[in-house]
T-cell receptor
Framework: AQKVTQAQTEISVVEKEDVTLDCVYETRDTTYYLFWYKQPPSGELVFLIRRNSFDEQNEISGRYSWNFQKSTSSFNFTITASQVVDSAVYFCALSERGIQGAQKLVFGQGTRLTINP | ETGVTQTPRHLVMGMTNKKSLKCEQHLGHNAMYWYKQSAKKPLELMFVYNFKEQTENNSVPSRFSPECPNSSHLFLHLHTLQPEDSALYLC?????????????FGPGTRLTVL
């Protein structure tokens, strides 16, 4: 069965520090997608990134970067020079084919990140 | 209006009440989802609809009754709920199929059952 593990329940750092959120997944599929979502206090999940299982290149977007390592089934997320606005709950997710082709997402438990000024 | 909208944003109901949550997507997607998010079990998938047909029911109690009249609208009818049903209910939509498209989420309805 598909599974996503985010071992860090809560992380608290001081502004401008770098922080890495870990994500480990389990799947038997050869083709799959990995995602990161951000959930600010307002509640809405905001899409951050999607990664295809065949593309192991790391990605950088501004202060955000993602390290995908298939060998260790990990898809870690790093925020460089963190800011207070980065405070949120972050979810890692794995795609799973549902019945009749509708894609499903399996989410990790989430990591609550607090950036202190 | 764009994206995924949900109404109401907040709802307080008694255990004997009947209420409905509404979700609407303006993205032309084929699949829609209901999730429950509580402190005990973050982001539980409840139901999946693909082209208006229910394709997944994740062992949800019958006091939750979904309805999908078309690909743009999704309802969750609530009746005789329990206090433990208090949670954030999130709706999402996606293109459908394993195209790898991500799900777009609405802002959620914060439900409190007294």
């Amino acid at each position: 069965a598909q599974k996503v593990t985010q071992a860090q329940t809560e992380i608290s750092v001081v502004e401008k520090e770098d922080v890495t959120l870990d994500c480990v997944y389990e799947t038997r599929d050869t083709t799959y997608y990995l995602f990161w979502y951000k959930q600010p206090p307002s509640g809405e999940l905001v899409f951050l990134i999607r990664r295809n299982s065949f593309d192991e290149q790391n990605e950088i977007s501004g202060r955000y970067s993602w390290n995908f390592q298939k060998s260790t089934s990990s898809f870690n997320f790093t925020i460089t020079a963190s800011q207070v606005v980065d405070s949120a709950v972050y979810f890692c997710a794995l795609s799973e084919r549902g019945i009749q082709g509708a894609q499903k997402l399996v989410f990790g438990q989430g990591t609550r990140l607090t950036i202190n000024p | 209006e764009t994206g995924v909208t949900q109404t109401p944003r907040h709802l307080v109901m008694g255990m004997t009440n009947k209420k409905s949550l509404k979700c609407e997507q303006h993205l032309g997607h084929n699949a829609m989802y209901w999730y429950k998010q509580s402190a005990k079990k973050p982001l539980e998938l409840m139901f999946v609809y693909n082209f208006k047909e229910q394709t997944e029911n994740n062992s949800v109690p019958s006091r939750f009754s979904p309805e999908c009249p078309n690909s743009s609208h999704l309802f969750l009818h609530l009746h005789t709920l329990q206090p433990e049903d208090s949670a954030l209910y999130l709706c999402a939509s996606s293109q459908g199929g394993l195209a790898g498209g991500h799900q777009f989420f609405g802002p959620g309805t914060r439900l409190t059952v007294l």
